[in-house]
């Protein structure tokens, strides 16, 4: 009866471990690089220290974005049809910034508006494959914590 006991209070724990390590190992999620920190988003809400939300409200938001079709207005471009990323903007170090998409706000979170008509605080351009533009509007506004004026970012 005890070995069940251990067998049952085990189960779950090897099955979060397993799941967990599929989410972290598998799965790329879109990074950027600003300066000596990395901003990149993660699935696993209880591991980030941002957490941004989206509104289609613009009296509830707390960052708007705008979405634009031209990269040179752009405070922020995504563009993935290039030669490819810089393979070491986005190393995990100790100063990595993990940034969640939330369904709802959250204490203290930015929300964001995502538009293509002004004013916004930032301009962003997508064209992208692999990173929607939620997610760039995540990462950029993830990334304002500590630089305000983002002075270059990478992917």
Known sequence: MLRFRIFASVVPLLAAAVFARAEIGSVSHPCIAVGETSVELTSLFWTAGVHVAFTENPVRATVRVQIT????????????????????????NPST?????AAEPVDGGEVIYLSTEGP???????????????EAAALIVGARGSHRHLQAASL
């Open 69 to 92: 079709d031209d990269a040179d207005a752009a405070d922020f471009a995504v563009v993935d049809d290039g030669l490819g990323s810089e393979p070491d903007s986005c190393q995990a």
């Open 97 to 101: 910034r993990l940034v969640s998409i």
């Open 120 to 134: 916004a605080d930032y301009r962003i351009y997508v064209r992208s494959k692999s990173v929607s533009q939620r």
